[in-house]
């Protein structure tokens, strides 16, 4: 099936409404196989982005490694040519797609451990309405274990101080301190579940969910026994997406890649770190 017809208006008004959309078997075998490549070759050589994003007291772990692409070929086959940046570009509904980064979210079996509910725009290094990111579970994951997005959530004007991962994980990497001048408190989702409207999805292999960077997302784990979770996740810019550094801290921090490339605040991001992977003309 060609790209234009697996992205259908459905998606397309969804992730404009909602922000977030589920594209069942948008990939099969033939780049699910590259994707396991690429996720053993990067569990095994991690990059010095890696880090321990939780580890429970029983033992289970969710490890979290970031901008692998650059020196993993499986990920970058999938990347430059697998069509993941046409299909963000019609789910977006914008005329041109840069890719930004990947990371993953690798979790052993019988993970409790829940990612807090966050928006991404504000960590990182870029502003604009057209981020999207791609969430993909390489094996089946349960609506209970999928990722979880408040529904909407991503056009509420209302700035709020999100979480500091560094307090979680302990790497001064992940420090980010939300100036509480122009932020209220982060709404408490997780105790107010029935107050909110949270989409997720029962996913296999080969589907993708697509979100808008500001929607508000968090939640996969609470994992069975006997199922653990890797998860491939790519992010996509659209043309109004200009570039930010933040003085409260980015995570991840592209300032000083970005700044070594000759880009700055302001400029549309480009060039190898970020090519533009796909255009509508
Ligand atoms: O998979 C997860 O636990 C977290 C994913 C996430 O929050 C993200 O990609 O922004």
Redo the contacts with the bound molecule.
Sequence with gaps: MGIESLVTDKHIDQYSTDGATLIQNAFGEEWLSVLRAGMDLNLREPSERSRM?NRSEDGHT?FYDGQTWLSNPHYRDFIENSGMAEIAGRVMGVQSVNFFFD?I?S?STGTQF??PF?Q?EPYWSVEGFDCS?A?MPLMSCEKRSA?EFVRGSHRWEQRFAQTNFGALTGDERDQVQFSQDDTVPFPDIEGNRDEYEILSWDMEPGDIAIFNARII?????LLREDRDLS?F?TQWLGPDVKIKFRSEGMDPDHSEVMTAAGLGPGDRVGGELYPELWSAV
């Design positions: 994003w969710t990371t979210f979790r829940r990612t966050h991404d990111s969430w990722l997302h968090g939640g996969s784990g998860v996740n």
